[in-house]
């Protein structure tokens, strides 16, 4: 019953996700990861939890890019944060965690995880470097800009 309902919190999450209603998205994947939690500790042998807290962690990445491109950078960091939380291991979240803090900003805070990865593959073999520069591009076109952009890009092809 408790992995059903993990499942359904999911689909839950993707859908309304889907259907742009972030807010709600949040909500389910934020209660489908309380359930994994529970589930880890009710059944710690279980090699189905791990996967699925990594697909909540992507999912509330995704929602959290959305959620800066919509310009609600409290949500984007939110779910973040959230997602960073449950995957750390996941590079590209740091992406949208940057972004937000640089939008409310926390500088310093923005800079220190845009240069602190610097090197690593955030995903799919994709470089950090080439991430924030698709990411800050994508930023762009939604009318979102910030003077950090250009310090990272150069900092960042500088190195």
Known sequence: PLRDLSLTLRKLGETQLAAGDLRASLAALEEDLGLLRALAVLAPGDGEIAPNV??????????????????????????????????????????????????????????????????????????????????????????????LMDEIEGSLSAR
């Open 54 to 147: 990594k697909r909540d962690a992507a999912t509330l990445g995704t929602l959290a890019f959305e959620a800066i491109l919509a310009k609600d950078n409290v949500l984007g960091l939110r779910a973040s944060d959230i997602a960073v939380a449950a995957a750390p291991d996941l590079v590209w979240l740091h992406t949208n965690r940057a972004h937000a803090l640089m939008l409310l900003g926390r500088l310093d805070e923005a800079r220190t995880i845009y240069l602190g990865h610097r090197g690593e593959i955030a995903q799919d073999g994709q470089t950090w470097e080439v991430a924030i520069r698709d990411d800050f591009q994508a930023l762009r076109r939604a009318a979102i800009a910030h003077p």
